[in-house]
């Protein structure tokens, strides 16, 4: 049956779901109050990262703490303002694919040739 | 979960069960990632390559940089704030939302080019180093993905406001929306590659 998946799925988890009028599922997406809340979490995430940046820290520190506070970043608007934690899973997995392709050719340069190490 | 709102894409019948345009727009998405993905990691190669100045650590400002960095992400609130406004039909808010993206996106591109300009002013053109080729390549793309954005932006609006957008006006705002998150997300990942991660020393 068309969309079941979408009606069965985890509604606390994963946003609500509804049936449409017309056998369609409505999702649930964030309401302003909850988007304005992941735009302070990013604000502050971003100056964090430039605090960072300028904080002296030893390199690899300083790599492996910018990195992750682009990912932190990277995934809150994925998942929150791109609505990928709350849609389909297929829209996820078409996603993640392409991302897994760029992220593997970016982690092979990262590791192989040890750009970053210089 | 009571104060989310519901938004019903179009009535559509797919063997996936799933709206078209939206599964197109992610299947793009997903080809947009391996484009970004190959030029950041060119980027990353070329790293500390050049011979020649100028080199990044004498001509990047940070500071200038972050201020762009946060005229995208308001943007991208808004951008959700308009989608907010549409699923609750609410349209002329809707139109007042991305009309403040498109200003805030056209900031970060004003920006961009001023940077550019000065770079230049400073000697660093596509052809200068390895480092100018890269870093305008890059940058230069998704500059253009930014200003295609607005474009897409402004047509929406003068869409809505001339009565030719479906009556469920939130589909076309969200497939829209996914775009510009899509510009923010990467811009996430060169603001941190490119100017936040410190420089090499000059080669040679």
Known sequence: MEGLDEVRGDIGARGAVEPGETGHVRRRHPSAKEYVRIGVILVVLTTLEVWTSYSGLPHGLLITMLFGLAFVKFALVVLWYMHLRFDDSRYSRFFIMGASGAGILFLVVLLLLKAFAR | ?204
């Open chain 2, 1 to 204: 979960m009571a104060d989310t709102t519901a938004h019903a894409a179009p009535v559509e019948h797919t063997s996936t069960g799933l709206p078209s345009t939206k599964l197109a727009m992610w299947l793009f998405l997903a080809s947009e990632c391996l484009l970004f993905g190959a030029l950041i990691t060119t980027y990353v190669l070329y790293r500390g390559a050049s011979t020649t100045g100028p080199y990044p650590h004498e001509i990047f400002d940070i500071r200038y940089t972050s201020v762009s960095s946060f005229v995208l992400l308001a943007s991208s609130l808004t951008m959700v704030l308009a989608l907010t406004a549409a699923e609750q039909r609410d349209f002329a808010r809707m139109r007042l939302w991305l009309v403040a993206t498109a200003m805030l996106g056209l900031t970060f591109v004003g920006g961009q080019v001023y940077e550019f300009t000065s770079f230049y002013h400073e000697g660093l053109t596509i052809k200068s180093n390895l480092f100018g080729t890269t870093f305008y390549v890059l940058t230069g793309f998704h500059g253009v993905h930014v200003t295609v954005g607005i474009l897409m932006l402004l047509s929406l609006v003068g869409m809505s406001w001339a009565g030719r957008l479906p009556d469920d006006q939130a589909f076309p705002v969200e497939m829209v929306g996914l775009y510009w998150h899509f510009v923010d997300i990467v811009w996430i990942v060169i603001f941190t590659v490119v100017y936040l991660i410190p420089q090499p020393k000059p080669a040679g």
